[in-house]
Nanobody, 117 residues
């Protein structure tokens, strides 16, 4: 069973930056496609960014393109989400997930990000 633990959330002013981390267990981390999702109060969980096992390809939601950057360090079994130019609408609980096939089957506990205006 793969375990995921997010960290790095917090309170930041609009225009500021945060870097989220997601540490994973598992012997084959470099084969996992990993993604970041977020869920704001009263809304459904939404995709934010994803990255292939090698880190060679990534994908972003339109709402974060140009502001957020997903990366990974396979030696540390960690995936990151660098968030710049944060907006109040980025406020949410952020989750990392591991994708298997077309489904995300493992999730972390989430980390709160709050952006004040």
């Amino acid at each position: 069973q793969v375990q995921l633990v997010e960290s790095g959330g917090g309170l930041v002013q609009a225009g500021g930056s945060l870097r989220l981390s997601c540490a994973a267990s598992g012997r084959t981390f470099s084969s996992y496609y990993m993604g970041w999702f977020r869920q704001a109060p009263g809304k459904e969980r939404e995709f934010v960014a994803g990255i292939t096992g090698s880190g060679g390809s990534s994908d972003y939601a339109d709402s974060v393109k140009g502001r957020f950057t997903i990366s990974r360090d396979n030696a540390k079994k960690t995936v990151y989400l660098q968030m710049d130019s944060l907006k109040p609408e980025d406020t949410a609980v952020y989750y990392c997930g591991r994708r298997f096939g077309s489904e995300y089957i493992n999730w972390g506990q989430g980390t709160q990000v709050t952006v004040s205006s």
